[in-house]
């Protein structure tokens, strides 16, 4: 790879600086202090590897410019590539490749043999401070790139690949890492061996928990068979003491039995039958006496009792009367409320009839006929008379509307001749029309005249074209014409064509006459080489020919011209123009026309608006003519209708002042007054009536009263009064005489009864008598003791079954019972008690015991299942398995990893063994030529320190050289490195900032030699700011390149360079320096 | 009188499984009640077959400590055969030898457990005839190399003759040489039908006499033996004739493998799916069992390189595992494998003159010679040393393989992109 050029937009104080002619050996950049070669060398690693970042990016930034960056050309065995870079370290990359298509940044990697900055900064492109920097055996990249030489398409490093599985390795192991995942995983492990082995210890207890619960099984069943000895001696001590109450009853039983009388026998229900008749008498004798004491309470009231005989008398005509009482009240109020009302019917029919007129009496009222069909007629009358004076009234307004209408009309058409009449004069159209031919004829034929005179120009050139032709072909006839008077012919058609040029230039413009002059020319020309022209007989018979059609052709458009002369003249005459009219006379001609066009346009519109308003006054007058006709027909009509309505009214008995309204009214008021008139007489008809029927009752209410010896009544209220006072002592008589009746009835009922009760109490006497006989008692007190003897012996004869059937059920009817009735019969209680005690004392201690051993046997049991079913050994071992596992499988990872970096680490260290050696080398050439023989070799030393052995095989150490001699070992042995690296991957440009500064003049001619030596196969670029450096390497090499750089970067920082020629050629460094 | 009886070997009950790695608590779970669930299985089988008995070759526990959970489930499971007139016969093998501890203190009826100092025989009676004999003999401790076959011989009773023996017949390499015997003396003791146990492998030896493994009850790793069905064989007798073993899976969790060709797979996803379909694809065609599978990727692709990054065959198996471990009927991805052959042209990266030609060509030296293959391993198990127990032995296979991955990752890391 070798670096063309560059294009710096801006970087540091360079500012537009274009580089673009580095040749590919070495070229010097010369320059003083500041000039800005460590600027170019920061740059060009900066365009090869990326920009600086942070605070490194700042010493770079533009001074003039915003734009950091630039491009950097650079040419390969592919072709020429352009990097480009600004200060943005992400997005300012670029790359094109020859073809100019994007490339990317690992294909620039690929480009620079996967260089990176740190090893292109060691050993490509260093300064002098740089230069004894470098330790080949450390530096990695040294060790990847040149001694494992490079890739095949891959894109990591060697040294990436192994950090890559030191990453990943890291984590699962490391030989002295404690947190490290199979330490972790072999800590878990661990852990969960110690659990299975709890596990199993636990369950190895299986056997011991087994025994127990045999051992407690037993225990509990022996247990049991004692608790149930004992249960049953106390229930047997249980038995006696619960019987011992019931045999105590028993000899009380038999004891009374013995005390007893003897009463064996006693009439059945005795008791309930002597009670029963004593109940019987008791309750006959308290009848008897209620009814005695009522009987003469009821023969008492009888003697009170007195009824009154007048009343009884009129009983019937008091029922009558009383019933019409009432009836007699609301007839006199119904009389008082009709004489109200019938003075307020008579008001209302007066005020009607005063309202009608004088006239209008009760009679007359009566006899009018206003029925409906009578005021319909009314009504009709009505709308016909409303519609045909309405009609009349239309006919007049339709009249006056008409009659303006006309009036406007004739107004407008007046107006509308005046203004025809004020119009200018307009020519006719037909005038026009043939003006406006012509017109169009004129401006056609000016058209076709310039067409004809172009084609005339043309057939002029054309003839005169041919003219010269013949003029210049050969003669058959070599003797027809004297060479003078062709000449003078040639001559003669010159001048006419001059003329022609001038006419060409003076009619139709330059064009014209520059063909003329041409023609003149070409004549003149021919004229001249006339005598030198050989002729041929055949071309100029053609051309004869030629020219003879040209001629008739220009006669026919003679012709032609003339004719349209001719027309144009006689148009133009017509038109009142010149013979000859311009384009100007004619345009003129058409603005007239247009304006008499536009005129005659005007007036014909305002006679077509004269004619429209004279239709529209006729129009007018028709329809006015029409409305009065109309009117007058109406107005008839409506006389005749009113002379109707007067003869119907006439007979009908209206007055004359009334209108069909005023008649329709009237039938109203009339139909009010009839209603009030048919009221009053209702009311006086019912009035009347309700007279006669409160005087009938008043007469014979008067006679009752009298007979009833009641006060006579002065006013109906009065008699109203004494009716009710009639009625009231005919009640109280009514009452007094049904209160005697059913007394005496209740009297002889009670006397009946009182003699049946009587004999009732004597029977029942009787019968309870006969039961104390029955019973073997004189008297009810004998009766009693002798039930209550009966009955106790009967009581405890049945207490003594049930104990004795209570024992049997007890105890049984074997020996044992036997044996109990005797403990009974011995009556030994106290000793009973205390067996049960002792006994119960002695299971109370035996289940206790069967409890403790239950709840122990319940929780072995528990234990022993919960052995049984217990899987934390298996689930601990699945555990353990799996963790086994994943150890096992992470150690394999890492193992595989592991592996694969040694095997990296191997293939490096082999690359580094074989390659070494050559570039060791070729140092130790290049450095026996500078050192001129004064050391042989270089060698390396186990840690990597070098040494050089001289001619006397004796060595030295770096530390031990001076620091120019140590600076051309340096430089010797990154040449080595370069070639190397050009060998197995790229060969990149060599870039030395003043490396030359320490050697003595004898040293830096050798390594100047040595330089152009190795610029014969790499690019070389030397940065100095000392003139005899670039001095030194043109001796030795004279072709080589020279860039001078000023101070600063000069006022455009253009850098100039100049070719050894020049430098040759003037003497002193002064110029040099100052170009 | 036709009859039937069954033939189980290997329960090796309430053992761990192996080489499965971490799983789900729910996973865990399935895992640890397997081999027993596999038992009542069998137990059910033998019922709902109506066996007349029932015969148990050997490792019926997997050590001689033998777990009580596993002894106890046993115990009741017999119960179950014994209410049901069912017989059982049983002989001990190296994992559960006589030696070691019994939680039982007594059988039910119906029980043979045979004893370890000579061939018992045992008549069963159906109908009041003979209808077969059992011959057995249990291991009294777990390691006999005695070949125990040659103490069986055919007895006078009617019926047919069954040998019942824990041992390795034909010297099978993948299972430990006890009872060592040889088919020839299988033949020669005279036996209609030889109940086998300890090959965890089903297969029929011969035919005339029968002579059987049933293979074990259920899978326990993802060894290539113990993939597939696994269960119990059924043996029908008529007229004295013993007709073809039927094979009855009773596996409860199915150890499987798959193989995915990723020659014309583009992407992960496309992976994905297919190693999902094809999973799903094989659950289904194992009557809704639970699997465990081993997928493993072969053929030559561009989606080799994507597989080669470090964790991304982990991040896929993690999704497999998800979408896996459902509610239901459970697929556990036991480990997704990358044996698909680099894109890489070994051949010509040998020759490029490169760092990796180095690296080809210095393995290729070592690869000649074991002794240094062994060196080169060695200088990194030392580091491991302190894990020795946890680490597996390699064999001169395993070692290879090893170095055969660590230079493809190498090779992965120097020239893919």
């Known amino acids: 790879m070798q670096i063309r050029g560059w294009h710096i937009d801006g970087f540091g104080h360079f500012q537009d600086v274009q580089e673009s002619q580095l040749p590919g050996g070495i070229t010097v950049f010369l320059g003083p202090n500041e000039a800005g070669k460590s600027t170019l060398l920061a740059f060009i690693r900066g365009m090869l590897f990326g920009f600086p970042a942070g605070k490194n990016q700042n010493r770079y930034v533009p001074l003039h410019t915003r734009h950091m960056g630039g491009k950097l050309f650079i040419e390969t065995p592919m072709g020429a590539y352009t990097i480009q870079r600004t200060g943005d370290r992400k997005e300012g990359f670029r790359l094109y490749r020859p073809d100019d298509t994007p490339g990317s940044e690992s294909e620039l990697s690929q480009l620079l043999g996967h260089t990176d900055q740190g090893l292109f900064k060691s050993v490509f492109a260093f300064s002098l401070a740089e230069l004894q920097n470098l330790n080949v055996h450390k530096e990695e990249g040294i060790k990847d790139r040149i001694f494992a030489g490079s890739l095949q398409g891959g894109r990591n490093t060697a040294r990436e690949a192994l950090?890559?599985?030191?990453?990943?390795?890291?984590?699962?192991?490391?030989?002295?890492?404690?947190?490290?995942?199979?330490?972790?995983?072999?800590?878990?492990?661990?852990?969960?061996?110690?659990?299975?082995?709890?596990?199993?210890?636990?369950?190895?207890?299986?056997?011991g928990l087994r025994s127990q619960e045999d051992a407690l099984t037993e225990t509990l069943e022996r247990l049991t068979r004692e608790q149930a000895a004992l249960q049953r001696h106390i229930a047997r001590h249980e038995t006696l003491l619960t019987l011992w109450p019931r045999w105590l009853e028993r000899e009380a039983c038999l004891a009374e039995l013995d005390a007893l009388d003897a009463v064996e026998h006693f009439p059945p229900q005795a008791e309930a039958r002597q009670a029963e008749a004593v109940s019987a008498i008791r309750g006959l004798e308290s009848t008897l006496a209620d009814l005695e004491a009522e009987h003469e309470s009821l023969a008492q009231r009888l003697g009170e009792i007195q009824l009154d005989p007048t009343v009884a008398e009129l009983t019937e005509r008091i029922s009558t009367l009383s019933g019409d009482a009432q009836r007699f009240i609301e007839w006199i109020q119904g009389l008082a409320e009709n004489a109200e009302q019938r003075n307020h019917a008579r008001g209302q029919l007066e005020a009607a009839l005063a309202a009608l007129g004088k006239a209008w009496t009760?009679?007359?009222?009566?006899?009018?006929?206003?029925?409906?069909?009578?005021?319909d007629q009314v009504s009709r009358w009505e709308t016909l008379l409303d519609a045909s004076e309405s009609a009349m009234l239309e006919g007049a307004r339709d009249v006056k509307e008409a009659r303006r209408h006309a009036e406007?009309?004739?107004?407008?058409?007046?107006?509308?001749?005046?203004?025809?009449?004020?119009?200018?004069?307009?020519?006719?159209?037909?005038?026009?029309?043939?003006?406006?031919?012509?017109?169009?004829?004129?401006?056609?034929?000016?058209?076709?005249?310039?067409?004809?005179?172009?084609?005339?120009?043309?057939?002029?050139?054309?003839?005169?074209?041919?003219?010269?032709?013949?003029?210049?072909?050969?003669?058959?006839?070599?003797?027809?014409?004297?060479?003078?008077?062709?000449?003078?012919?040639?001559?003669?058609?010159l001048l006419l064509l001059a003329m022609a040029a001038w006419k060409g230039v003076a009619r139709d413009g330059i064009t014209a006459g520059v063909l003329a002059i041409m023609a003149i020319a070409s004549g003149l020309l021919s004229a001249v080489k006339v005598q030198a022209t050989q002729t041929d007989p055949q071309a100029r018979r053609f051309l004869t020919e030629q020219l003879q059609h040209a001629k008739a052709q220009q006669e026919e458009a003679q012709a032609a011209m003339d004719r349209l002369l001719a027309s144009l003249r006689a148009d133009a005459l017509a038109a009142a123009l010149s013979a000859q009219p311009s384009a100007a006379e004619i345009e003129a001609l058409g603005q007239k026309l247009m304006r008499a066009r536009d005129l005659a346009k005007t007036k014909e519109a305002l006679q077509q608006e004269l004619e429209r308003l004279i239709e529209q006054e006729r129009e007018a007058q028709e329809r006015l003519a029409q409305a009065l006709g109309t009117e007058d027909s109406q107005r008839r009509y409506a006389e005749e209708v009113a002379r109707a309505w007067t003869e119907w009214r006439q007979a009908a008995g209206i007055e004359e002042d009334r209108s069909p309204r005023g008649a329709a009214q009237l039938f109203q008021a009339l139909i009010t007054a009839r209603q009030f008139l048919v009221a009053l007489e209702a009311l006086e008809a019912n009035g009347g009536a309700l007279h006669q029927k409160a005087e009938g009752f008043r007469q014979v209410a008067i006679a009752l009263l009298a007979d009833a010896h009641e006060p006579r009544p002065e006013t109906d209220t009065q008699l109203v009064q004494g009716l009710g006072r009639l009625q009231e002592r005919q009640q109280a008589a009514l009452e007094l005489e049904l209160e005697h009746a059913q007394l005496s009835r209740a009297s002889v009922g009670m006397e009946s009864k009182i003699a049946i009760k009587r004999e009732e109490l004597g029977l029942a006497q009787q019968a309870l008598a006969e039961l104390y006989a029955e019973a073997g008692a004189e008297d009810e007190a004998g009766f009693h003791h002798r039930r209550a003897v009966h009955g106790r012996r009967q009581e405890l004869q049945r207490s003594l079954q049930d104990i004795e059937r209570f024992l049997d059920e007890q105890l049984g009817r074997d020996a044992q019972a036997q044996d109990l009735r005797a403990l009974l019969g011995a009556a030994q209680v106290e000793s009973w008690k205390v067996a049960i005690t002792e006994a119960e004392l002695s299971q109370a201690a035996i289940v206790q015991q069967r409890d403790e051993a239950n709840q122990l046997l319940g929780t072995i049991r528990q234990e022993r299942e919960r052995l049984e079913e217990n899987a934390d050994v298996i689930a601990c071992e699945h555990a353990h398995e799996a963790l086994r596992d994943e150890f096992q499988r992470q150690s394999r990872a890492w193992l595989v990893r592991a592996l694969a970096e040694d095997m990296i680490q191997e293939a490096l260290s082999e690359a580094e063994r074989t390659r070494q050696p050559a570039v060791l080398s070729h140092a130790s050439r290049l450095f026996r030529q500078v050192t001129a023989e004064r050391y042989e070799r270089l060698v390396q030393q186990e840690g990597g320190e070098f040494q050089v052995v001289d001619r006397q095989a004796t060595r030295k150490s770096v530390g031990q050289l001076s620091q120019g001699t140590a600076e051309q070992l340096y430089l010797c042995l990154r040449l080595g490195l370069i070639r190397e690296f050009a060998r197995q991957s790229a060969n990149l440009p060599l870039i030395m900032d003043d490396v030359f500064v320490n050697f003595d003049p004898e040293r830096a001619r050798r390594v100047a030699e040595l330089l152009v030596e190795f610029a014969a196969e790499h690019q070389v670029l030397v940065f100095t700011c000392h003139p005899q450096t670039a001095e030194l390497l043109l001796e030795v090499q004279p072709t080589i390149r020279i860039v001078s750089m000023p101070r600063y970067g000069g006022d455009s920082a253009i850098m100039l360079e100049r070719k050894v020629a020049v430098l040759t050629d003037e003497a002193g460094g002064e110029k040099r320096g100052a170009v | 009188m036709p009859f039937t009886f069954v033939h189980a070997a290997d329960l090796h009950l309430d053992t761990p499984f192996h080489g499965i790695g971490q799983v789900s608590e729910r996973i865990a779970d399935a895992l640890r009640d397997a081999s027993l669930e596999a038992f009542d299985a069998l137990v059910d089988l033998t019922l709902r077959e109506d066996a007349r008995f029932l015969l148990l070759a050997g490792d019926l526990y997997d050590g001689a400590t033998r777990g009580i959970r596993a002894q106890h489930r046993f115990l009741k499971g017999i119960e179950r055969l014994s209410a049901r007139g069912v017989e059982t016969f049983i002989v001990h093998g190296n994992h559960d030898p006589l030696s070691g501890w019994s939680a039982i203190k007594a059988w039910p009826a119906g029980v043979t457990v045979f004893g370890p100092q000579q061939v018992e025989s045992r008549t069963v009676i159906l109908d009041g005839q003979p209808c077969a004999t059992i011959h057995g003999i249990s291991y009294a401790h777990a390691a006999v190399t005695e070949n125990l076959s040659q103490r069986y011989r055919r007895g006078p009773e009617g019926g047919i003759q069954i040998g019942l023996l824990h041992a390795?017949?034909?010297?099978?390499?993948?299972?430990?040489?006890?009872?060592?015997?040889?088919?020839?003396?299988?033949?020669?003791?005279?036996?209609?039908?030889?109940?086998?146990?300890?090959?965890?492998?089903?297969?029929?030896?011969?035919?005339?006499?029968?002579?059987?493994?049933?293979?074990?009850?259920?899978?326990?790793?993802?060894?290539?033996?113990?993939?597939?069905?696994?269960?119990?064989?059924?043996?029908?007798?008529?007229?004295?004739?013993?007709?073809?073993?039927?094979?009855?899976?009773?596996?409860?969790?199915?150890?499987?493998?798959?193989?995915?060709?990723?020659?014309?797979?583009?992407?992960v996803a496309t992976l994905q799916r297919a190693l999902m379909g094809r999973a799903e694809e094989l659950q289904a065609q194992q009557d809704g069992r639970d699997l465990i599978l081993r997928a493993t990727l072969r053929g030559r692709g561009a989606l080799y390189s994507e597989l080669r990054h470090p964790g991304r065959l982990d991040e896929i198996l993690d999704v497999l595992r998800q979408e896996g471990d459902r509610p239901g009927g459970f697929l556990w991805w036991e480990d997704l494998r990358n044996d698909a052959a680099p894109p890489l042209e070994r051949e010509k990266l040998l020759l490029q003159g490169s760092l990796t030609s180095e690296l080809l060509r210095l393995q290729d030296e070592r690869s000649a010679d074991p002794s240094r293959v062994a060196q080169f391993l060695n200088n990194r198990l030392d580091q491991l040393s302190r894990f020795k127990s946890l680490l597996p032995t390699l064999s001169e296979a395993e070692q290879e393989a090893l170095l055969r991955e660590a230079e493809a990752l190498a090779l992965d890391l120097l020239e893919q992109e």
């Not at chain 1, 330490?183 to 709890?198: E, F, G, N, R």
């Not at chain 1, 034929?445 to 013949?470: G, H, S, W």
């Not at chain 2, 696994?230 to 596996?251: C, H, M, W, Y």
């Open chain 1, 163 to 207: 950090t890559t599985l030191e990453r990943q390795n890291a984590p699962i192991f490391k030989p002295r890492g404690r947190e490290v995942e199979l330490v972790k995983l072999s800590k878990q492990l661990d852990d969960l061996q110690a659990q299975i082995q709890t596990a199993k210890q636990r369950a190895q207890e299986y056997e």
């Open chain 1, 362 to 375: 009760r009679e007359r009222l009566k006899s009018f006929d206003a029925s409906i069909p009578q005021l």
């Open chain 1, 408 to 493: 406007t009309a004739s107004a407008a058409v007046a107006e509308q001749r005046r203004r025809l009449a004020q119009g200018e004069d307009v020519p006719e159209v037909a005038a026009i029309a043939l003006g406006e031919d012509r017109l169009v004829r004129l401006r056609t034929n000016l058209t076709v005249q310039r067409d004809l005179q172009a084609e005339q120009r043309a057939l002029d050139e054309k003839r005169l074209k041919l003219e010269i032709e013949f003029q210049n072909a050969p003669s058959d006839e070599p003797t027809a014409l004297p060479q003078a008077l062709r000449l003078g012919l040639r001559i003669a058609v």
């Open chain 2, 168 to 267: 390795n017949v034909g010297q099978n390499g993948d299972h430990a040489a006890y009872s060592p015997c040889t088919l020839d003396e299988l033949k020669a003791a005279g036996m209609d039908y030889w109940a086998l146990g300890h090959i965890h492998r089903r297969q029929v030896l011969a035919r005339a006499p029968w002579v059987v493994y049933p293979g074990n009850l259920q899978g326990r790793s993802p060894k290539p033996s113990e993939r597939g069905a696994k269960g119990a064989l059924v043996v029908t007798v008529s007229n004295g004739i013993i007709q073809e073993p039927r094979f009855e899976a009773l596996d409860r969790i199915r150890f499987m493998s798959l193989e995915i060709d990723l020659s014309e797979m583009e992407d």
